[in-house]
């Protein structure tokens, strides 16, 4: 062995905690586009950052059991710095940092791979992949070995007082809030708390905890607080909308920002003549699915794992009580509408576990082209959808309403021509851009407000309609930026066509579906029922902690076993597709019209199971070039996703149809097989 070699492995402890600081370092400015960044993350923050570095150093001990020592610390060295490019790499293209739900998507990470990276990207990191694998086969067979003994009754101690040391420090760590384990906003928590302990929580500190006390005798007493609450009014069925608005608040809120105008001059007049207050959200800047899931399912995320998203969890795989589920005992039909894709947070996948019936998404919405200057669907165009749902059934409807219209990221530059609402008061003129941009745009949602209410107006139904806004925008606003000192709030407003009394009060989204339905003599359901007999009452939270606990993760105790809710046969769209006839475009060589009802931009035509191109025209017809039809050739319209992958969502009326020429018109006519 090399003197200098015999000398290293003395220490190479401290050799390698000190190349782990190293390399943390570059993973926190890959992660943060900046070493300017990471340089002041790690020096206005020395505790978290070492924390960090210490928990990379743990699993790096396991290199003191085994001989191929360099070979082992390269991989790890690997595996470390991959993550940092992963995240690194998301993080330049979407707001939330690389979680442990996304490792849930790992199948669909090659089709989704362009978005991240041009072809250009895919190469070099395809070539990058072969070399380093060639590189690790080498080292792993030509690579130095550790030559003296490894003395097994010395270094296992070592690496199992590593762990429990790490451990030990994690405990004292959250204990002295050092670290968090709530994540309000995700994305902010990575900034603050470091890289690998965010995402290594996100992976490992998932669900809700079996409570200390939990049993039949505790889920029975929760029960019995609940017996002074009345029957449920027979004769109060009214349709229910839920309206989240996309980081909508009222921006008067901000101290330092002033407006040429009331950017939210509707709202603001429905709060002071109908039930409001403030709506205390789970999350900032972020997080629209967690703010739906607790107003949908009346649970509090606080008791779910940092950062989780029930969503891409818990509800890919078991059903949830929820407001649909228990409206629908009560003869409701449910609705859910969102003009964006059906697969973003995997809605289409988690709303039958929901209890919804139907599901209208973008791809659903004739005026889906008719997009903001950052490209999201305008929210003026949900009235029209939100009104197919209360006529689509004889009785009460409850529909919940998703818009995107207020969307972030915000341009720093000038995007609009000449604003309605001009904005100052921002430190800079980037920031005074992005105030700007934000202020028009809920502007302009505050018009939709305003034609949702004039039509519900001359409704000839009884209606309640609920507004909020699902989060703060993400604006890198303080506390002390708040006229209201506090964050995690938006606004609220129950408007109705009922004479409901006016009743303002602050409430948190995961209590306000049970709110609304006690305004309506509505107790039903375990959770809704829980929060209209305990809110405010002692020991409110801890027993709503072990109801959620039984529900989605125990014995179901409260339901005799099991859970009564079954995923719905949800359906996409209101209207059926309806696909008629094929005519010839006599005029071009090559081109068909296809005529039909309720297509929309994402309709598109496929031959023999292969796509072409379409051209959307109207409702009622599509276009298709470059074809050559026959007999017998097999058409069929499908509503496809507009996500990266391109899903198919539904065939058209889930039939195939056959061609047959017709010699004179030119015009196709079907028979339709099952």
Request: charged share 25%; with cysteine.
């Amino acid at each position: 062995m090399r003197p200098w070699v015999e000398k290293l492995n003395k220490v190479s402890l401290l050799v390698q905690a000190l190349v782990v600081c190293i390399g943390y370092y570059l993973i926190e400015t890959i992660s943060r586009h900046s070493f300017r960044e990471a340089w002041e993350y790690m020096t206005t923050r020395p505790l978290v950052f070492l924390y960090n570095a210490g928990l990379i150093f743990t699993t790096t001990l396991i290199v003191y059991l085994v001989r191929r020592r360099v070979f082992v610390r390269t991989l790890l060295a690997i595996f470390w710095m991959t993550l940092g490019i992963i995240n690194g790499v998301l993080l330049a293209q979407r707001v939330t940092p690389f979680t442990g739900p996304d490792l849930h998507l790992i199948t669909d990470a090659f089709k989704i791979a362009k978005k991240y990276l041009p072809i250009p990207g895919l190469i070099l990191a395809g070539i990058a992949f072969v070399l380093v694998i060639l590189g690790l086969v080498w080292l792993f067979w030509k690579g130095p070995k550790f030559q003296g003994p490894l003395k097994y009754k010395y270094n296992i101690p070592l690496v199992l007082a590593g762990v429990l040391l790490f451990m030990g420090s994690t405990k004292l760590a959250l204990e002295k809030r050092v670290l968090s384990n709530y994540f309000g906003n995700i994305a902010f928590a990575y900034e603050d708390y470091g890289y690998p302990y965010c995402l290594a929580t996100t992976i490992f500190n998932t669900g809700i905890s079996c409570p200390q006390d939990y049993s039949q005798e505790e889920i029975d007493r929760i029960k019995s607080t609940e017996s002074e609450l009345g029957e449920t009014q027979e004769d109060s069925r009214p349709n229910i909308i839920f309206l989240q608005l996309e980081s909508f608040f009222d921006p008067t809120e901000v101290n330092f920002l002033e407006f040429s105008e009331d950017p939210i001059p509707t709202f603001r007049k429905l709060m002071k003549e109908y039930s409001s207050g403030y709506f205390r959200v789970p999350s900032v800047g972020a997080g629209t699915a967690n703010t739906e899931f607790e107003t949908i399912t009346g649970m509090s995320l606080r008791y779910f794992g940092p950062g989780e998203y029930p969503y891409k969890s818990i509800l890919k795989e078991t059903t949830c009580e929820s407001a649909p589920y228990v409206l629908k005992e009560l003869g409701y039909t449910t609705h859910a509408i969102h003009n964006n894709e059906a697969n973003f947070y995997g809605r289409r996948t988690v709303f039958p576990n929901l209890g919804f019936d139907t599901f209208t998404s973008e791809e659903y919405m004739p005026r889906e082209d008719e997009k903001n200057p950052l490209g999201w669907v305008e929210d003026q165009v949900l009235t029209d959808h939100i009104l197919d749902c209360l006529e689509s059934s004889e009785g009460p409807d409850y529909v919940y309403t998703i818009s995107v219209q207020g969307h972030g990221a915000y341009p720093d530059e000038p995007l609009l021509e000449d604003p309605e609402i001009e904005v100052t008061g921002a430190k800079t003129d980037a920031e005074n851009n992005k105030w700007e941009y934000y202020a028009n745009e809920i502007h302009e949602m505050d018009k939709f407000v305003a034609q949702l209410v004039k039509a519900l107006e001359d409704y000839d139904e009884d209606v309640v309609l609920v507004m909020y806004g699902d989060h703060l925008p993400t604006m890198g606003l303080e506390v002390e930026d708040l006229k209201n000192r506090y964050l995690f709030q938006t606004e609220y407003v129950m408007w109705d066509n009922m004479g409901l009394k006016k009743k303002d009060e602050n409430v948190a989204s995961y209590q306000m579906a049970a709110v609304t339905m006690d305004r309506l003599g509505i107790h039903e359901g375990n959770i809704f029922r829980y929060h209209q007999a305990r809110r405010n009452t002692r020991n409110y939270q801890v027993d709503l902690e072990t109801l959620q606990y039984d529900i989605l993760y125990g014995e179901e105790y409260v339901y005799g076993g099991k859970s009564p809710y079954e995923r719905t046969s949800m359906r996409m769209g209101i209207h059926d597709t309806e696909f008629r006839e094929v005519r010839k475009d006599v005029s071009v060589e090559g081109s068909y019209y296809i005529i039909g009802n309720y297509f929309t931009p994402s309709s598109e035509v496929q031959i023999n199971g292969d796509w072409v191109d379409t051209n959307y025209l109207d409702t009622n017809t599509l276009l298709i070039t470059g074809q050559n039809l026959t007999d017998y050739d097999r058409i069929s319209v499908v509503q496809r996703s507009n996500s990266s992958t391109r899903r198919a969502l539904t065939k058209t009326n889930n039939r195939l149809y056959y061609a047959v020429k017709s010699e004179n018109k030119g015009i196709l006519s079907f028979d339709s097989e099952e």
